[in-house]
Every structure is written in structure tokens, then in C-alpha cells.
């Protein structure tokens, strides 16, 4: 097996094993509650006979390990279990949100990663001027902003004062794919605002990382244009590093979501998390909280898997 | 060769390169401070013929690097060319702006970097970063690039000329990518060719190779070269005219004969006689200070040995000098002796008494006889402790000495190694190179040790300050009666302060004796290619190594 | 005086408003014009004289209630700190000096505890816990030392390996020595930089999980609570709730300002007297 299959497979079974993790450390996480479940179901009134039952139902007489096993062979073959507040099937809630917070976050990363890449590569090209001081200046400040105080700016000048999109984001099925693009505009620009300006500082430091190898110098001493140093040989040592700012600022934006959710009131799964979590109902906490924890593991290998991939020194071995 | 006549219809007649009244500048950002512009050069003017070699001389900052690469109209960082002008073929090329600038470089002037190893995308194979400028300056069609490449490549030696260039740069040697970084200069048929400190950063037998090979592309070219160095014995093998420098002014310029046989400024003689020491070699005593006996030693758990069977002695008030390359194991020898490496088999004896070979089992007595010295200096000394601090501790440390008496020590030490009380209050960064190291002989001292370990400790530093640093651990050695390991990949330093030496290759000694037996013939295959391999201050020294040589370096 | 000019004029801002905000949150009984839970006007009356922010969902005092939040999030903040900040330093430290099976176990779990994103883990743990200040200082507390232990670790592993340490360990000095004498002047000017920037993520975890709910419950008021109680104003043009979340992000931008500062000057090695 050539060494980068290698590498990749060991990142894969890496991240396997880290997500198998995640789900014993969620599970454990709801389990250091006093009481227990089936008593915040029913409320401090509940008989004793009806306590009993419940436990019986829920199967909370067996230890943590046979319940963790369940709750796990039930999420590998798709089964979330049951919400205990509605006694809906978990999976068939999270479906529709899932595709709703995917559709956001997609929209959303569709146009800050360009966007970022190319602010990033200017703040390069006019390094120390105007644009690059501005741009620091707007990382600080975003990494200093919280998202509601960006979100309900937004609302206040843009649904309230000038009345051009919906304050809330409200989506169905069905829904015309114009009125959907209309109802997550603003959602979808607070994101893009939230992760933006990171994005670009971290772009702009790989890429003056990159520019400031020997190896530019070489190619400027061969007589080449700034435009093409930067194409032939800047660009293929920058993608492992772009890609990882990339990959992270995805990561982070899928957190940014739950509280955007809320502002625009987004049938997301944000949302759906926050709600479930007031109502204490951990069954869909666990399922949702699990998800969560899958789409920002997966991220994190895919960056990774892209640095192997993008490395010389691995793709050609001695 | 027949392909001068392409070059760029410039004068034919007069020097190829003529700078005159270079000034050149720079803007510093100290911490903490407004930025201020410093002058790197001041008012240099020098002429270049064509097919000659100019090696351009000096210690760190004497902006030989920086001059360099004027000819190219290139600044590093915030350096600017401020005034005078830099006539090449004929036309002053700082007024031909940024386009003309770029028609000239990788076109009329080539450059060859100090570490090629990063002057090399590792993204790319090594054949199409070699003809990258010839294709974009349209000197040559790409089959017509690669012939010319290949042909390079095997005048060079390199090995499989046909096919190194389908490999990336990580896949040769450091010796190799150095000699593929002179061909990729060469291709494009330059008139001049810079070459920035090319073999410093090689091991001393690879040096010997790629100097060879350098040499001769030269010569077969007929290509101009700047040749920067700050060895004057390596620039003397190959550059036609000296010019030495010193703080950005010129000091003298001259004909490579008469800057290495009549010097006629002081600081060039300085500079040549930079390794003449002396040194009366003394002879082993009956009784060793340390002695190792069979150590062999590994890292990674035993998997990677790196001291094979290593036995040497050491004798009071004496110098052993350990020298070989990198990898040759003689800084492991010193981890070893330290416990900082426990050794898997053999013992090491000091006084008498056999040590223990953890660090941990030592009693404070032992760690007081045995210091040490590193190679760098700066981070061998805690950024946030005073002089006084540092020099201090091992007397409170071993001596429990306080307050005024400590402080009256200090003073002592410091006028030990030739330092003023002035400098108790200051911190590490605020000491030149030279001084640090200084301090750093000082802290050793303070323990009153009975030996000290000295690894690699003037490679870092500039030839005359070590010069002066190896000179007080001299006299040092004289008053203090102490002994010292000396670990070097400098023969040149063995030669002036050894009293007996160890050569070792491959984590062996291959070698071992007095000074003066070590060094005389007959030599075995390692110790004849080390010495044959230390450059004289010798025109035509480099023909006769290269001849002389019975075996192969092990960079190639 | 001198010493005063020389700081850049960001930080300076960064550094008045800090104290401000400060100062507002030790004086809060005695500055506050009105009590915390006092109805004294209309719902969400406009800037006044006598309400200077005007009055909020319930006809309290906007002022007022923004002088008693500045105390409760910035005392939340600070605690969660400080627990992430010495549970953090302390095992960091140690892992990088000790290694050996401590660091192994260590570093693993915290790449295990920093697989889960930190707002939806305080979630999960936030939904079978009580939400009491103790377990809000806890959860923040525990889970971001998660960073602080990184970075000690880094720092410190990275001057562990040092020629100076070694040299006092070839000396004989003790472990103490080594750790507080050798590493720890070292490595204060990437820690307290990290501080500001740790304390600014505690004050946007707070006020986010207090946004959602989960955080400080009501009748405490604390900026991200008070956001919640007000946003349902915005939709009428009412812009209450954006003063408790541009407070937020002006501490947050101060202490930043500040932090930065703190950094750039104590980056050069320039010996104790930068």
C-alpha cells in the first residue's frame, strides 16, 4: 500500500474512532443528572406505579453501559429513538431541519469562502496598506461581536427600517426556491459575516506564510510576474493551508448556526436543539447533540486528508 | 560559447558589471520604538569583467549578500537601493523599472542561494524549475532547455543526470540540490551568475564536491560570477579579485594572491590569520580526568544506534577535540557523558569514581565537575535572567555563596572573560554574539568544574569573534587548570587548540591519539578525506585535494 | 507620563472602556439610578432624561438593568476564567514538564473533549443539569480550559526543550526551580494575551447560552438575558434589545484592544524590561 493510502486510512479510522468517542462522552454527558428521566417526564406528581412503568418502558433499570449499547445499534441503523416531550420519531423531525440548516449553511458558505479567499489574497497583494489594515480591523471586531448583535442589526435596519427582507425566516415544503432564497438572506448574511473576517485572516496568514518561502524569492529572481509567482508558485503550497482555514471556518459556522436559528426563528436544527434542551427532553439532545459532533469531526478529517494530499514530500516518497 | 552571441545586444566592450557609489538602505521596526532607516552599504563601487569571479568577503552584516543582489536589482524585506548606479551590459539597470528588471533576472543575471533545499518549490520537479527561466525569458524551446539542463547536470556529477530531473527536491541530498541550483543558474546561459554563501551550509566533504563542480562550470561557461562568502579560504579557490567588506564599506580589493599572501589592511590580515593560535600540544597525563569506556548508545529505545563502542580519554588541564560530520554521533558522545542520554552499555569514569548514568543519579558534586557550553548562545541563556542572575546561580547553587560575596565572584568572572561589572545588570538580548557566549563560559566557570564539555560552541559565531572566544578558553584552561571536550566539524579550530583529538564517522571512533599523531600520515580512508577536505589558504589548494582523494563523500 | 504616551491610541480606548465597564460593575448599587427589578415607567419607553436608555419589556429602568448585567456577566466571566485559566495552566504545565503516560492521557482527552464543538456540548450537559450560576461557572470554566491546557502545554514543551533548561537541569536544580524560575517568566506573556482573549469567550459563551435561555435565569439580569427579554421589540422598530448587545461587543472589542496590545509588547525577548 503506497504510504499517502496509508496516511488517509489511518485519518479515517482516526476519525472513526474519535466519533465513537464523541457518542460515549455525549451519552455520559446527559447521565449525571440527580434525578432521572422518566421523573422529569411525568413531574414531581407522578405515582410511583406510573414512575415505575416509564422506567420499565424506557428501560432505565439497566446499567448505563446496556442502555449506551441500545442507544448506539439504534443510531447505526437510523433509529434516534423517540422524543420523550412530544413521542415523535426523532429521525423523521430531524430530517426536514437537517435539510434546512444544510440549505443556510450551504448559501452561506457559498459566498463568504470565495469571498474570503479573495479579500484574504488581497489583503496579501496590498500587505500593510489600506485594505489589509481594515481587514484586521474587521477580524478583531468580528472575533469581538456577538452573533445576535449582528443578526438583529441586521433585522433592525433591513426587515424593520427598510422593510427589504422578512425579519423571520420562515420556510415549508414546497416552498418556491426564490421565496426560500428571499426568506434566508439575512440568516444567511449574518453567517457569512460571522465567519468572514476570521476566514480572511487566516487566509492571509497561509498565504504571507507561503510568500515568504525562499522559494518566491527564487522565482522572483527568475524574472517571473507577481501574478504568476503567485499562480505557479505560491498557489499549490497554499491550497493544504487554504483549505484547512477553510474546513474550519465551515466547522464554525455549523456551530454559528444554532444562534442564528434562533434569531431568525429557522426551522433548523439549532433551533430544534435549543428547544428540546429547555424542555430537558435528552433523547433528541443526544441525537441532535451527536450530529452536531459528526458534521464538525467530518470537517476536521476532510482538512486533514486535504494536507496529506496536497503534500509533496507524500505524494512523491523518496 | 556559441550561444553568448544571444545574448541582449548591450556594449560589448567595457565591464560587465561597473556599480558605482552603491548606498544602500533599510527601514528596522525595533520593538517598541519608531521605525528608523539604517545604511547596509555605504557608497560601494566595484567593476566585474566578463568570465571573471569577484568573491565579495566580509563577516554577518557586512552587506555582501545584500551588494550581491543589487547587481539583480533586488532588495530582501525593507531594503531599498537609495543611491548610485548599477551599470550592467552597458545601461544603468536601476532606471529601467520594474520591467526591465524582471527581463534581466534568470536572463543576464542568475542567482544561487545559501540553502538550496529551500530554494526550491516542493511543489514542483526539479527539470521544470530548472529551465523555468529559459522558457520565460525564450532563451531556449523546452527540448532544447532539458538537453541543456542534462548536459549541465552531468558536468556537475550529478548521478543519472538523464532522469534526477523527474525527482522533487526532497527526493536528493542536500550536496546534490545545491549543484542542480547552480545548473538551474547556468541554463539560461546567464553573463553573470551571483553565488550567495552556496557551500556553507554542506557538510566540510561535501563542500569540497560542489566547490569542484562550481568551479568547473565556471571556467567551461565562461560566466561572470559574484562568489560570497566568509571564508576567505573557500573564496580563494575560486574567485579571481578579492574584495573584503566590513559594516557596508569596502576595506580592500584586490587580486586573490595579494589579499591572501600581502594583505594590506589590517582586518584583512586579521581575516587571514584568523586560525593561526598558539598552542604548545601537551601530552597525555598517567591519569585521566574522564574516561569512556565502551559506550554505545541509542535512541528511539535502542532502535537507532548512534555510539558504537566509543572509548576516548580525557586528560586534566587538557583538550580533546571530537570532530566529524553531522550524524557522526561525536554531540550524542556529549549527552552521554552528560546522563542526559544514559548509555545502553559501557561506563563512564570521573576522578576515579565510575558516574552514574542517569542524570537523576548523580550526586551535585559530579554535575559541579562536569559543565557545559552550547553552540548557540542565545538560547542557552534565559531571556529573563540578568548576567548577574546567570552567573550567579551556580555559585548560590553549589557554594550556597550570598549577597555582597557572590556579587564580588560575579565581578571577578566577568573580568575573567574579559567583561565589565557594567554588564550585571543586563539581559541576554542586549549582548552581541561573542558576549553571550562569553557569559555562557563564565556560567561554566562558576561551578569550579574539572571539565567542560564545549559543544560546537564558536560554529555559530563569526571568525574573528570566535577566533577570540577559542583564545580565552585557552588562557581560561592555563588559570583554571580545567579540561575541555571539544566538540567541533572544524578542523581548522582542532588544529590550533587540540592536545589530542577523536575523529569519528558513523557513531565510531576511527581515530584517536595526540594531536600530532592523529595528524600526521599514514591516515586511514575517513581521516584522509576529512583532511583533505578543510580548505587552505592555498591557490590551487582545491585541484590538488580533488586529486588526492581516496574516498568518496558521503553527501553524494 | 511617558510611559503613558507610549501607548498606541487603541489601546488606550481598549483600556478606558475596560475600566468603565469595570468600574460600573463594582459600583453597580451605587451608580444604578433605579433598582434591578423596579417597574418604574411604560413598556419600552423611548431615551428620556429619567431613563437615559429609556425602559424595557416591563417598564424597568434600561440603565439601570445594564449597570446590575455589566456586574453578573462580567462576575460569571471572570470566574469561568480564572477555573479555565489555573485548571488549564496547572495540567498543561505539568503534562509538557512530567510527560510520560500523564501527558499521553491528558492531551487525549482534551483532543476528545475539543472534538465536540463547546456550545453544543454545554448544551447536552445544560439539559440534564440544574441552571445555577455554580454549574454555569463549571461548565464554561471546564470546558474552555480545554484551549488554555493547549496552549500552556505548547508554550511550555516548546521552552522545555531550550538549551537553558537543559543547562539547569545538568546543574541539578529541582523541578520547582525549573518550572517557576526557568519556564514560567517565559511563557506569562502568551498567557496573559490568552487571558483577555479567554475572558472574551466567556462573555459571548455567557451571554450566547443566556441568549438561548439555558444561561442566567431571570430575575438576575445579565446582557444576553436581556437581549432575550427585548428582542421581540426589534420587529417594531424598537431598539432596546441592541444596547445590551452592542455593550457586549464593546467590552469584548476593549479587552481585545487591549489584549493585542499586551502581546505585540511582550513578543520581543527583551529581557524583563520592555
Same mark, same amino acid.
Given at each position: ?318 | ?556 | ?75 460569571? !466571566? *471572570? $470566574? ?6 489555573? =485548571? %488549564? ?6 503534562? #509538557?514538564?512530567? +510527560? &510520560? ?100 469567550? !466567556? *462573555? $459571548? ?6 441568549? =438561548? %435561555? ?6 438576575? #439580569?445579565?446582557? +444576553? &438575558? ?49
Amino acid at each position: 500500500m503506497s504510504p499517502i493510502v496509508k496516511l488517509i486510512a489511518q485519518r479515517i479510522a482516526l476519525g472513526v474512532l474519535l466519533l465513537l468517542a464523541v457518542s460515549v462522552l455525549i451519552f455520559a454527558g446527559t447521565q449525571i443528572l440527580p434525578g432521572d428521566v422518566a421523573q422529569s417526564i411525568l413531574g414531581q406528581s407522578a405515582t410511583p406505579q406510573a414512575l415505575a412503568n416509564l422506567r420499565e418502558e424506557l428501560g432505565l433499570n439497566d446499567p448505563a453501559y446496556i442502555r449506551y449499547l441500545r442507544w448506539l445499534g439504534g443510531v447505526l441503523t437510523g433509529d434516534l429513538g423517540t422524543a420523550l416531550s412530544s413521542r415523535q420519531d426523532i429521525a423523521a423531525s430531524i430530517w426536514p431541519r437537517l435539510k434546512n440548516t444544510l440549505f443556510l449553511a450551504f448559501w452561506a458558505a457559498l459566498v463568504s469562502v470565495p469571498l474570503a479567499i479573495v479579500l484574504g489574497l488581497l489583503a496579501v497583494r496590498y500587505r500593510n496598506g489600506f485594505v489589509d489594515k481594515l481587514i484586521s480591523g474587521l477580524a478583531l471586531a468580528s472575533t469581538s461581536l456577538p452573533e445576535f448583535f449582528v443578526g438583529y442589526l441586521l433585522v433592525f435596519f433591513f426587515a424593520v427600517k427598510l422593510q427589504w427582507f422578512p425579519g423571520i425566516s420562515t420556510v415549508y415544503d414546497g416552498m418556491p426556491f426564490g421565496q426560500r432564497m428571499m426568506a434566508i438572506a439575512l440568516p444567511a448574511t449574518a453567517l457569512t459575516l460571522v465567519v468572514l473576517a476570521h476566514m480572511m485572516r487566516m487566509t492571509r496568514a497561509a498565504i504571507l506564510n507561503v510568500m515568504q518561502s525562499a522559494y518566491i524569492e527564487t522565482a522572483e529572481l527568475k524574472g517571473l510576474r507577481a501574478f504568476d509567482i503567485i499562480r505557479k508558485h505560491a498557489f499549490p503550497n497554499a491550497i493544504a493551508p487554504i483549505v484547512n482555514v477553510v474546513m474550519l471556518n465551515l466547522a464554525f459556522l455549523i456551530v454559528g448556526v444554532v444562534v442564528i436559528e434562533v434569531i431568525f426563528v429557522y426551522p433548523g436544527m439549532g433551533q430544534y436543539l435549543v428547544d428540546h434542551v429547555a424542555k430537558r427532553d435528552v433523547p433528541v439532545v443526544q441525537a441532535v447533540g451527536l450530529i452536531f459532533a459528526a458534521v464538525y469531526i467530518g470537517l476536521n478529517m476532510v482538512a486533514d486528508i486535504a494536507a496529506i494530499l496536497a503534500n509533496p514530500r507524500l505524494r512523491h516518497p523518496k | 560559447m556559441v550561444a553568448k552571441a544571444t545574448a541582449p545586444k548591450a556594449a560589448r566592450t567595457g565591464p560587465l558589471l561597473d556599480i558605482r557609489n552603491l548606498r544602500i538602505e533599510a527601514t528596522v521596526y525595533p520593538p517598541g520604538e519608531p521605525p528608523k532607516t539604517i545604511t547596509l552599504v555605504h557608497d560601494v563601487s566595484l567593476t566585474l569583467e566578463r568570465g571573471k569571479v569577484l568573491g565579495l568577503i566580509g563577516e554577518s552584516g557586512a552587506g555582501k549578500s545584500t551588494i550581491g543582489l543589487s547587481s539583480m536589482g533586488y532588495g530582501r524585506g525593507g531594503v531599498k537601493i537609495t543611491g548610485g548606479e548599477v551599470v550592467l551590459n552597458g545601461r544603468d539597470i536601476l532606471k529601467g523599472g520594474v520591467g526591465g528588471l524582471r527581463r534581466l533576472r534568470g536572463r543576464e543575471v542568475c542567482y544561487v542561494a545559501q540553502s538550496a533545499a529551500a530554494a526550491f518549490n516542493p511543489a514542483h520537479r526539479l527539470m521544470d524549475q530548472v529551465v523555468e527561466a529559459s522558457l520565460l525569458h525564450g532563451v531556449a524551446s523546452r527540448a532544447e532547455a532539458e538537453r541543456r539542463a542534462m548536459a549541465l547536470f552531468r558536468k556537475l556529477s550529478l548521478p543519472s543526470p538523464e532522469t534526477i530531473g523527474q525527482r522533487y527536491p526532497h527526493q536528493v541530498s542536500g550536496g546534490q540540490l545545491q549543484r542542480v541550483m547552480t545548473a538551474m543558474a547556468l541554463c539560461p546561459e546567464p553573463d553573470l551568475i551571483v553565488f550567495d554563501e552556496p557551500t556553507t551550509a554542506l557538510d566540510v566533504t561535501t563542500q569540497i564536491d560542489v566547490l569542484a563542480a562550481i568551479k568547473e562550470a565556471i571556467r567551461d561557461t565562461g560566466v561572470a560570477a559574484l562568489y560570497i562568502t566568509h571564508d576567505l579560504a573557500v573564496v580563494a579557490q575560486v574567485a579571481d579579485e578579492i574584495m573584503v567588506l566590513r559594516h557596508g564599506r569596502l576595506v580592500e580589493w584586490g587580486g586573490t594572491r595579494q589579499i591572501i599572501k600581502e594583505p594590506r589592511q589590517e582586518y584583512t590580515n586579521a581575516l587571514v590569520s584568523v586560525h593561526e593560535i598558539a598552542h604548545q600540544e601537551q601530552q597525555p597525563g598517567k591519569t585521566p580526568a574522564l574516561s569512556v569506556k565502551n559506550v554505545t548508545a541509542a535512541y528511539g529505545g535502542g532502535h537507532v544506534k548512534v555510539l558504537k563502542n566509543v572509548s576516548v580519554d580525557i586528560f586534566p588541564g587538557q583538550t580533546l577535540a571530537v570532530v566529524g560530520e553531522s550524524g557522526s554521533g561525536k554531540s550524542t558522545l556529549a549527552r552521554a557523558i552528560t546522563g542526559l542520554l544514559p548509555p545502553e552499555q559501557g561506563s563512564v569514569t570521573f576522578a576515579g569514581r565510575t558516574l552514574g548514568n542517569r542524570l537523576a543519579d548523580r550526586p551535585k558534586e559530579d554535575l559541579r565537575q562536569l559543565q557545559m557550553i552550547y553552540q548557540m548562545a542565545d538560547v542557552a541563556m534565559n531571556p529573563r535572567q540578568t548576567v548577574g542572575t546567570i552567573i550567579g546561580r551556580p555559585l548560590e547553587f553549589y557554594f550556597g555563596l550570598r549577597g555582597r560575596e557572590r556579587d564580588a565572584k560575579v565581578a571577578e568572572l566577568l573580568d575573567k572573560i574579559e567583561m565589565g561589572k557594567g554588564f550585571v545588570d543586563r539581559y541576554p538580548a542586549e549582548l552581541s554574539g561573542g558576549q553571550k557566549q562569553r557569559v555562557c563560559i563564565a556560567r561554566a566557570l562558576a561551578a569550579k568544574p574539572k571539565l567542560i564539555i564545549c559543544d560546537e560552541v564558536t560554529s555559530a559565531l563569526d571568525p574573528l569573534v570566535a577566533n577570540g572566544i577559542l583564545k580565552l578558553l585557552l588562557d581560561l584552561q592555563k588559570e583554571e587548570e580545567v579540561a575541555y571536550l571539544f566538540i567541533t566539524h572544524d578542523l581548522a579550530t582542532v588544529r590550533s587548540i587540540a592536545d589530542s583529538i577523536a575523529v569519528m564517522y558513523r557513531g565510531e571512533v576511527v581515530r584517536y591519539g595526540p594531536k600530532s599523531q592523529v595528524l600526521a600520515p599514514p591516515f586511514d580512508a575517513y581521516t584522509d578525506l576529512l583532511l583533505s577536505s578543510v580548505p587552505e589558504m592555498e591557490i590551487g589548494w582545491l585541484e590538488k585535494a580533488i586529486k588526492g582523494r581516496r574516498m568518496e563523500s558521503a553527501g553524494n | 507620563m511617558s510611559e503613558l504616551r507610549k501607548i498606541p491610541i487603541g489601546a488606550l480606548i481598549g483600556l478606558v472602556f475596560t475600566a468603565l465597564f469595570l468600574l460600573a460593575a463594582i459600583l453597580a448599587p451605587w451608580i444604578a439610578p433605579y433598582g434591578l427589578g423596579e417597574t418604574v415607567g411604560q413598556v419600552w419607553e423611548p431615551s428620556s432624561a429619567s431613563f437615559l436608555l429609556g425602559t424595557d419589556n416591563l417598564g424597568r429602568d434600561l440603565l439601570s438593568r445594564m449597570i446590575y448585567g455589566a456586574r453578573t456577566t462580567i462576575f460569571i !466571566a *471572570v $470566574l469561568a476564567t480564572a477555573l479555565s485559566f489555573i =485548571l %488549564g495552566s496547572v495540567l498543561g504545565f505539568t503534562a #509538557a514538564v512530567v +510527560g &510520560g503516560w500523564f501527558d499521553t492521557t491528558m492531551s487525549r482527552f482534551v483532543d476528545l473533549l475539543m472534538a465536540i464543538p463547546t456550545l453544543i456540548f454545554a448544551l447536552v450537559v445544560l439539559s440534564v443539569l440544574p441552571t445555577t450560576l455554580v454549574t454555569l461557572i463549571l461548565v464554561m470554566g471546564i470546558l474552555d480550559s480545554t484551549r488554555v491546557y493547549r496552549l500552556a502545554r505548547a508554550v511550555a514543551a516548546d521552552i522545555n526543550i531550550m538549551d537553558y533548561v537543559e543547562a539547569a537541569k545538568l546543574r541539578g536544580e529541582g523541578t520547582r526551580w525549573i518550572i517557576f524560575r526557568e519556564i514560567l517568566p517565559n511563557a506569562l506573556s502568551p498567557l496573559v494575551s490568552e487571558l483577555g482573549l479567554r475572558f472574551i469567550y !466567556a *462573555v $459571548l459563551f455567557l451571554s450566547a447560552l443566556s441568549f =438561548l %435561555g439555558l444561561g442566567v435565569q431571570p430575575p438576575s #439580569a445579565d446582557w +444576553g &438575558g436581556m437581549v432575550k427579554e427585548n428582542k421581540d421589540g426589534i420587529v417594531f422598530g424598537i431598539p432596546a434589545a441592541l444596547i445590551p448587545a452592542g455593550a457586549i461587543a464593546a467590552l469584548a472589542i476593549s479587552v481585545n484592544l487591549v489584549a493585542d496590545w499586551i502581546l505585540n509588547r511582550t513578543t520581543s525577548l527583551k529581557g524583563g524590561r520592555g
